[in-house]
């Protein structure tokens, strides 16, 4: 049976909702702005106490509505009324942590900035130096501040498998002192893991605009350093083949991933990014790069740590 203080609530959000199969509702998706209604909410508690919603045009989706009002940046207000109407299961870690993490208070989504909005230009210049284009943002729901902490900085959003936000970074579009800021947390998580498709191929890079020039089943790991939780992902999972693009003065980290990949079982491929970052190079460049790169045997692995030495 359909939550009726669920639906008037989620209504006031999203807009009016038209009902389809098994209680679902349809709505225009807040993430994709597809000109049809998308985006179907489950309004009927499941058997596990949650209300999934998935958007079938751009595969965003979560299992609550809470995740769901989060990403769609509603005012705190909604947000604690949703919680008088349902109590999800404390401890579910994702439901937790995106109660703990949110996005900066004046976080403004790119997807449509008008000719009057001078900051919001600059960084949409900004992200049109690093290659970012507008399917780019609505697929990672890309944003700016104004003012605060993030302020004068394009800010770019994780989500976990879920679609709950699990990170983000804030990047500098006027060159300030700080280029970068994030929030204070572990990253012990797995970034842009809502993206990722654990049956194919997947590729392993730094940074999050490494990633988005990637386009295709990537992860970024903000850094040189494999999280524990992505580690066990890809030795858990189905994907058989995996591919390294990390800097060359990551060297040694990458190989310690390999050895740690091959001793899974798993296929790897250590690509040479020849002192470029995906980013510099474009899409088109890094996959000729992908499809030229051949896979790692333990005689390469072996010769490669020697030569470390």
């Not at 900085?153 to 970074?169: A, G, K, Q, R, T």
């Not at 990390?246 to 740690?260: G, H, I, P, V």
Request: aromatic share 10%; with cysteine.
């Amino acid at each position: 049976m359909t939550n009726q203080l669920l639906l008037s609530l989620t209504n006031k959000v999203l807009g009016e909702g038209k009902p389809t199969a098994r209680n679902n509702y349809a709505y225009s998706c807040p993430f994709c702005n597809h000109h049809k209604p998308k985006l179907e909410v489950n309004l009927t508690e499941n058997k596990q106490g949650y209300h999934p919603w998935h958007c079938w045009a751009c595969d965003k989706k979560g299992k609550t509505v809470l995740s769901l009002f989060n990403q769609s940046n509603t005012h705190p207000d909604l947000i604690s009324e949703l919680k008088t109407i349902v109590k999800y299961d404390s401890g579910n870690t994702n439901e937790k942590s995106a109660e703990k993490l949110k996005l900066p208070e004046d976080f403004v989504s790119l997807k449509s900035v008008s000719k009057s909005d001078i900051i919001g230009r600059h960084a949409l210049a900004y992200l049109k130096k690093r290659n970012v284009n507008i399917d780019d943002i609505l697929r990672y729901n890309i944003g700016y501040c104004t003012k605060g902490r993030y302020k004068d900085m394009v800010v770019i959003p994780s989500y976990n498998e879920d679609s709950s936000l699990n990170f983000f970074v804030g990047r500098s579009f006027n060159e300030s002192k700080i280029k970068y800021l994030n929030p204070s947390i572990t990253k012990d998580f797995i970034p842009f893991e809502n993206t990722i498709n654990w049956n194919l191929p997947i590729i392993i890079c730094e940074g999050m605009f490494d990633a988005i020039a990637i386009k295709r089943n990537v992860i970024p790991l903000l850094g040189k350093t494999f999280p524990k939780p992505l580690l066990k992902k890809l030795a858990s999972s189905q994907v058989q083949k995996i591919y390294i693009a990390l800097d060359k003065d990551a060297l040694k980290q990458s190989l310690k991933f390999c050895e740690y990949l091959l001793n899974e079982g798993k296929k790897v491929y250590l690509v040479d990014l020849d002192q470029k970052d995906p980013s510099e190079m474009g899409f088109e460049a890094f996959t000729n790069l992908v499809q030229q790169t051949t896979s790692l045997t333990f005689y390469d692995l072996m010769e490669k740590k020697i030569s470390l030495l």
